[in-house]
């Protein structure tokens, strides 16, 4: 056999765990080779010598798991030992263990600075993790995630805790997500809401996985929350801009006929009002917009009072409104409207000490499935119309004959339609000059029909007719085309055009790439081309708008809002689209000179735009008191009949002496 002794001592030698016996006051009486090497002294050197003394913190008494801190071979104290002391047999000896656990403590300390990374991570990003054990039914919740949650760090909390937390309305969808993933061991993704706290609810965006074993059995699912809170209030926020009117809060024209279509393609039938304020123009004119803008809102409200819920009251811009009537036969619907216009004429408009009553005259059209949105609308206008030539604040019913009282309305698309064929639309170029020198910096192009026609058509006949069909999308590709080649065939680059997006244009996904593309493969510099969109149809299509925005700045080409301040919260809408200028609304610049407070407003204005970094252009400069009191509050750029009157593109292009006019000599000429 073999001798047991010896094998012992063997093991007790090559072990990499000190072993030592002392005497009850600590003197070393035997002690293997690992041991001298732990406290750094040579076990025989040590034999004698106390070990409490050789190496400081070792239990004098017995003690088991102690752990302490001694100073390694380069005199650092990066070196942790677990000590343990039990009396030997007979009461008279101790025997001594020691194990260096360094690397398992430095393992121990970097995992917990690991997880504490991994905490403090997830508490900045808003983000937890959980991990549930089919087999137990038992779910453990990272420390963020329950702070998330509300709860305390630690709280145990197992799925129907978790479910009884999360709104009604989303449970039955994560408990089918969730058995779908079982069954099927795939990985799955879901976004609910829940209840933190009283009246806080939170938004949560969950992604997991399922873990299987061996044989395919699902054991394990592990996954992360994500709290999506504030994106989700920043999308609702970004979504009410596009969808609704700032003035008054009422869906926009965008919304409204979204929900029409949405009617319509559901196999609805129902009935819509198009409703428009009588001479709503002198109102603004002879009182003013606060005025006017009050009045929107009050009429809104009244309006909006007097609707049952299903029936969505929108305004459509200007002082136009609608609304649609899901299931209401015409007839109905012209009492509502009936109803409607008593409400409005009976709302009281005080101003400057006079009271002035408001009527409203309406068009209603029926519509039933199959139809399409925009013939809808088409016929309701047609109405309106007829109750606006029938002597105003009377209610209409659509009927086919309207359309012959206003054919002389709807033959303005096809002129315009055949001028686009048959080369009958020309471009006027207005000067854009600077005030303190009158040189010319660029042109506004504008469009003019000349087709020869009587009556002849002026833009503000023509323009609301193209906007109300897709010719308008053809228009404006046809103005841009024809800046593109004009700026071609000139290669001064002091020549610049500044050109008008409609609003309807702005819905149409393939206009950037079109202008674009034109102007890449021309060779023309894209500084020389500007984009100009108004601010109610920036607001009306925010995002259509943000996205032009995005793609003309980066391309190098200019773009500003329009009639800027014409719109209610003007200054919201500028830290959403990312413009490089703006050009003032002219009613703020038509009494700049008479000390109105239009000079406040435009030195708001100019700070703003300061602080954004962009361009300004005053529209309206009619005279000259006007140039000298826009330049004392800095504004150096404006635009208007004192400074250049519009005149075609040709004779911008082709003065007399051949030569390509880049400047306005004089303001004389702005008069002519």
Not at 200 to 208: A, Q, S, V, Y
Not at 556 to 570: E, K, N, T, W
Request: contains cysteine; hydrophobic residues 40%.
């Amino acid at each position: 056999m073999a001798d047991h002794g010896a094998v012992h001592n063997h093991v007790l030698r090559w072990a990499d765990v000190g072993f030592g016996v002392t005497d009850l006051h600590g003197k070393l009486s035997w002690a293997n080779p690992a041991l001298g090497t732990l406290i750094g002294v040579p076990s025989d050197q040590a034999l004698g010598r106390s070990l409490p003394a050789l190496l400081p913190g070792a239990p004098e008494t017995p003690q088991t798991g102690m752990v302490v801190q001694a100073a390694g071979q380069d005199g650092d104290d990066h070196r942790w030992l677990e000590i343990s002391c039990t009396p030997l047999p007979g009461g008279e000896q101790l025997l001594y263990r020691i194990m260096d656990i360094t690397s398992w403590r430095d393992r121990e300390l970097e995992a917990t600075q690991q997880a504490n990374a991994l905490r403090r991570a997830q508490v900045l990003g808003r983000m937890g993790n959980w991990e549930w054990d089919i087999t137990t039914d038992r779910v453990l919740w990272s420390d963020a995630l329950l702070d998330m949650f509300g709860l305390e760090p630690g709280t145990e909390l197992d799925y129907a805790g978790y479910i009884s937390l999360v709104n009604p309305d989303d449970r039955e969808m994560i408990e089918t997500t969730l058995a779908v993933a079982r069954a099927n061991g795939d990985r799955f993704t879901y976004s609910h809401r829940m209840f933190v706290g009283v009246d806080n609810e939170r938004f949560f965006e969950c992604f997991g996985e399922v873990i299987c074993d061996e044989d395919g059995t699902p054991v394990r699912m592990m996954g992360t929350c994500h709290d999506v809170t504030q994106d989700r209030r920043l999308q609702d926020e970004l979504r009410q801009l596009a969808e609704e009117d700032p003035l008054t809060g009422l869906p926009n024209r965008r919304a409204l006929t979204r929900e029409l279509e949405r009617q319509l393609a559901a196999g609805g039938t129902g009935s819509l009002l198009l409703l428009d304020l009588d001479n709503f123009k002198d109102v603004n004119d002879l009182r003013g917009h606060a005025v006017g803008d009050r009045l929107m809102r009050t009429m809104a409200a009244a309006l909006r009072e007097r609707l049952d819920p299903g029936q969505l009251l929108g305004r459509l811009g200007g002082d136009e409104f609608a609304v649609v009537l899901p299931g209401c036969e015409e007839q109905d619907a012209a009492e509502v409207a009936g109803r409607l216009r008593d409400a409005v004429a009976g709302l009281p408009l005080v101003a400057g000490g006079a009271t002035t009553r408001m009527t409203v005259s309406t068009g209603v059209a029926g519509f039933t499935s199959g139809e399409g949105w925009e013939a809808v609308l088409a016929n309701a206008d047609l109405a309106l119309y007829a109750s606006k030539a029938a002597g105003r604040n009377r209610v209409t019913v659509y009927d086919p004959g309207h359309y012959a009282d206003t054919a002389k309305r709807v033959s303005v698309q096809d002129r315009l339609r055949k001028a686009l064929e048959h080369g009958d639309l020309a471009l006027h170029a207005m000067p854009i000059v600077a005030l303190s020198s009158g040189r010319t910096l660029g042109y506004e192009l504008l469009l003019r029909l000349e087709d020869g026609q009587l009556p002849l058509l002026g833009p503000a006949d023509f323009l609301p007719a193209a906007e109300r069909s897709d010719l308008v999308l053809e228009i404006d590709r046809w103005v841009f085309g024809k800046a593109i080649d004009t700026l071609v065939a000139h290669p001064d680059p002091n020549l610049r055009f500044d050109v008008n997006v409609s609003g309807r244009t702005l819905e149409d996904e393939d206009f950037a790439d079109f202008v674009l593309d034109r102007l890449a493969s021309s060779g023309v510099a894209p500084g020389r081309l500007g984009f100009e969109i108004t601010e109610t149809a920036a607001v009306t299509n925010l995002d259509a708008a943000r996205s032009l925005a995005h793609q003309v700045r980066a391309t190098g080409c200019r773009i500003a809002l329009d009639d800027f301040g014409a719109g209610f919260g003007s200054f919201v809408h500028l830290k959403h689209l990312p413009i490089t200028g703006l050009k003032i609304d002219g009613e703020f610049v038509r009494g700049i000179d008479s000390g109105t407070r239009d000079a406040v407003l435009v030195s708001g204005i100019l700070e703003i735009a300061r602080g954004f970094d962009l361009s300004v252009v005053a529209e309206w400069v009619e005279r000259p008191a006007q140039v000298e009191m826009l330049s004392k509050l800095g504004v150096s750029v404006g635009q208007g009949f004192h400074l250049g009157k519009p005149k075609p593109l040709g004779s911008v292009l082709k003065p007399p002496d051949g030569a390509l006019s880049g400047e306005l000599p004089t303001a004389e000429d702005g008069r002519s």
